[in-house]
Nanobody, 131 residues
C-alpha cells in the first residue's frame, strides 16, 4: 500500500487549503484513511478519518466545523478541505491508512482515528499558517 500526500503550503490566518492523499495497493474490501498532524514539540494528533465502506467519519474537536474530509473512491483519493485556518493548525500533516475485510471494523477504527492503529503512512506535507 502506498499513500501519497500533497497540498500543503503557506497560508494566511483565515485562509483555506486542500490536502490530498492518493492511495494505491489496498487489497481488502474496506479501508480507512486519516489525516494526522504533528506540530513542533507536540504529540501526533488524529485530525480526521474516513471509511471507504460507509459514511463514517471522525474529526478532532478543534477542527469540527472548519475541516471536511471526503473521498473519491474512483480515484482512491481522500481530501481534507481546511478552512478558517489558524496558526494553531500549523503542523506536518500525514495521511495514514489501514484496511479490513469487515465493514464494521473499519467503521469502529474510523471513529477512533488512532494513529497507533494505522498500518500505512504517507510522507508528510507541511502546513504553515502565518501572516
Amino acid at each position: 500500500v502506498q499513500l501519497q500526500a500533497s497540498g500543503g503550503g503557506l497560508v494566511q490566518p483565515g485562509g483555506s487549503l486542500r490536502l490530498s492523499c492518493a492511495a494505491s495497493g489496498f487489497t481488502r474490501d474496506y479501508y480507512v484513511i486519516g489525516w494526522f498532524r504533528q506540530a513542533p514539540g507536540k504529540e501526533r494528533e488524529g485530525v480526521s478519518c474516513i471509511s471507504s465502506g460507509d459514511d463514517s467519519t471522525y474529526y478532532v474537536d478543534s477542527v469540527k466545523g472548519r475541516f471536511t474530509i471526503s473521498r473519491d473512491n474512483a480515484k482512491n483519493t481522500v481530501y481534507l478541505q481546511m478552512t478558517g485556518l489558524s496558526p494553531e493548525d500549523t503542523a506536518v500533516y500525514y495521511c495514514a491508512g489501514l484496511q479490513s475485510r469487515i465493514r464494521t471494523v473499519a467503521a469502529v477504527k474510523t471513529k477512533r482515528c488512532d494513529g497507533d492503529e494505522q498500518e500505512y503512512w504517507g510522507q508528510g506535507t507541511l502546513v504553515t499558517v502565518s501572516s
